[in-house]
């Protein structure tokens, strides 16, 4: 199997494949959170565990091919096996194609805008086009501050050359309203621009009503870093799970009834989840 997950700013081959015992350590170690759910269920989004895996076992029995290439994006400081296995998750519900997949973390990275044109330049090497005709149109699936790196990359405000062209946005415990733990911790200007109210953030909102992207919000309650309530936009509420009782940040990348939703979507199959709603707590 070939990767392209190599973090921004290393030196090596991103056709270079992704050792076996990388995947087989990454896949369940980052499942582990999920054995320990929360008891809050979200009336509409709650189909029963036995129908969800009945339901994944399917997507991957049927292979479905993509309308466009998939970009997952890590969080902060995040190491880069976690996009991997999200990566992989979703490659095994979609489409049977590696080449239809980007994976991309920047753990040590700590400058939001040097990232995003990190991520431009990957996903230009990546899917190359002519230089008079317009980037490759993808969809992205990102993580925590990812979903912020996919918002700034494909700002309107961008050269097309230098933009992200995201069709569809699926965001996974992204702090579009800021972060509670970056009210407390902000080690780095990454950090710092997740604090609530801050100018980047208040920037990302104010080009977003001409942002060409669908924005589909995810959220976990127990989220101690983010806090589920500031996962979407300001007017915007997201599709929320109860999460689990540790690590609810992390584990919402194994979260078996939002990996369900997405991939349906990703297939062009109507979604799982009912209209989103409002956390009941963070």
């Given at each position: 199997?070939?990767s ?9 081959d991103?056709r270079?494949?992704i050792?076996?015992w990388?995947?087989?350590?990454a896949?369940?170690?980052s ?8 008891r809050?269920r979200?009336p ?6 036995r129908?969800?895996?009945?339901e994944?076992d399917?997507?991957e029995?049927s ?12 969080g902060?400081?995040s190491p880069f ?5 999200l990566r992989?998750?979703?490659r ?5 194609r590696d080449d239809?997949?980007?994976?991309i ?5 700590s400058?939001?805008d ?11 090497e ?8 317009p980037p490759?149109?993808?969809d ?9 790196v996919?918002?700034l990359a ?6 097309e050359?230098?933009?992200l ?6 965001t ?6 800021g972060?509670?733990l970056?009210r ?11 604090r609530p ?6 920037d990302?909102?104010?080009s977003?009503?001409?942002a060409?992207?669908?924005l ?6 127990n ?5 589920a309530?500031?996962t ?11 999460g689990?009782?540790?690590f609810s ?5 194994s ?7 997405i991939a349906?979507?990703?297939r062009s199959?109507?979604p799982l ?7 009941p707590?963070?």
């Amino acid at each position: 199997m070939r990767s392209d997950q190599r973090e921004i700013g290393r030196v090596k081959d991103p056709r270079a494949p992704i050792p076996g015992w990388i995947l087989a350590l990454a896949l369940p170690v980052s499942a582990l959170p999920s054995y320990l759910p929360s008891r809050t269920r979200n009336p509409s989004f709650a189909p029963q565990r036995r129908e969800i895996l009945a339901e994944l076992d399917r997507m991957e029995r049927s292979p479905h091919p993509l309308e466009r290439p998939v970009v997952v994006l890590a969080g902060w400081r995040s190491p880069f096996f976690v996009a991997a296995a999200l990566r992989e998750r979703l490659r095994r519900l979609t489409s049977p194609r590696d080449d239809d997949f980007l994976s991309i973390s920047y753990a040590t990275k700590s400058d939001i805008d040097a990232i995003a044109d990190g991520v431009v330049e990957r996903v230009r090497e990546r899917w190359p086009v002519a230089p008079e005709e317009p980037p490759v149109e993808v969809d992205v699936v990102a993580h925590s501050m990812g979903g912020l790196v996919a918002r700034l990359a494909s700002s309107p405000d961008r050269a097309e050359s230098h933009r992200l062209r995201v069709r569809r946005l699926f965001t996974l415990a992204t702090p579009h309203r800021g972060a509670k733990l970056a009210r407390h911790i902000a080690i780095d200007p990454a950090s710092q621009n997740m604090r609530p109210g801050s100018r980047f953030l208040r920037d990302l909102d104010e080009s977003l009503p001409s942002a060409a992207f669908e924005l589909i919000c995810y959220a976990h309650l127990n989220d101690r870093w983010v806090g589920a309530s500031r996962t979407a936009p300001h007017g915007r509420t997201p599709i929320w799970t109860g999460g689990t009782r540790f690590f609810s940040h992390y584990s919402i990348t194994s979260d078996a009834a939002i990996l369900a939703d997405i991939a349906r979507r990703l297939r062009s199959e109507p979604p799982l989840a009912g209209d989103p709603s409002a956390p009941p707590r963070d």
